[in-house]
């Protein structure tokens, strides 16, 4: 069964830190990667995609994340955390045997300390 | 541009009483459609998807159905709420004929059984 673990539910940082949100899969194929945010209340927003091609993909916000097929890992970074970063992320993969369906990861809850 | 919209967008009922959820996608013809449920600390949970008028895919037994009457329109129902269906109700869409492609959220609907 395909499966996504993101590891640490909850995650603090200090405004200006370094982001790192983990994310590994487990996939008999290549997948489709994606990472969601979602604020309080609110739908999920995509943030960034992997398809196929450059392994380092860039989103919005000044997220970015590097698909590394060795390690089944795809990790969301951002230099430098803002405030406004505060919200649940999610990390989802489709693999391509299950067609249109997404695979979510339990979130993680990101924590900006002023 | 594609939007989507969900009603209501929040809902207090009592336990025993019906439900239904209302998802409804504007600017795209033939999407996929899906209804997820998230519980506190328990990501994201599909229940249904749709690739068409009148198809319906049931992803987990449960006490809700899902229907689709018209191409853009979805909805989530059930005819007795149990004090477990509480939780955030999220709805999204895919292009049709995309495999594997991003889905696309509601802002969700948050119900509350009592």
């Known amino acids: 069964a395909q499966s996504v673990t993101q590891l640490g539910s909850h995650v603090s940082v200090s405004e200006g830190a370094l982001v790192l949100l983990r994310c590994n899969y487990s996939?008999?194929?290549?997948?489709?990667l994606f990472w969601y945010v979602q604020y309080p209340n609110q739908g999920l927003q995509l943030l960034l995609k992997y398809t196929t091609g450059a392994t380092l993909v860039k989103g919005i916000n000044g997220f970015e994340a590097e698909f590394k097929k060795s390690e089944t890992s795809f990790h969301l970074t951002k230099p430098s955390a803002h405030m406004s970063d505060a919200a649940e992320y999610f990390c989802a993969v489709t693999p391509m045997e299950y067609g249109n369906k997404l695979v979510f990861g339990a979130g993680t809850i990101l924590r900006v300390k002023s | 541009s594609q939007t989507i919209h969900q009603w209501p967008a929040t809902l207090v009922q009592p336990v025993g009483s019906p439900l239904s959820l209302e998802c409804t996608v504007e600017?795209?013809?033939?999407?996929?459609l899906y209804w997820y449920r998230q519980a506190a600390g328990r990501g994201l949970q599909l229940l249904f998807y749709s690739v068409g008028i009148g198809q319906i895919s049931s992803e987990v037994p449960q006490n809700l159905s899902a229907s689709r009457p018209q191409d853009r329109q979805f909805i989530l129902s059930s005819k007795k709420l149990l004090l477990s269906d509480s939780g955030f109700y999220l709805c999204?869409?895919?292009?049709?004929?995309?495999?594997?492609?991003?889905?696309?959220f509601g802002p969700g609907t948050r119900l509350t059984v009592l």
């Open positions: 999204a869409w895919s292009a049709m004929g995309l495999a594997r492609n991003e889905q696309f």
């Open positions: 996939s008999s194929v290549p997948p489709y």
């Open positions: 600017g795209t013809s033939n999407p996929n």
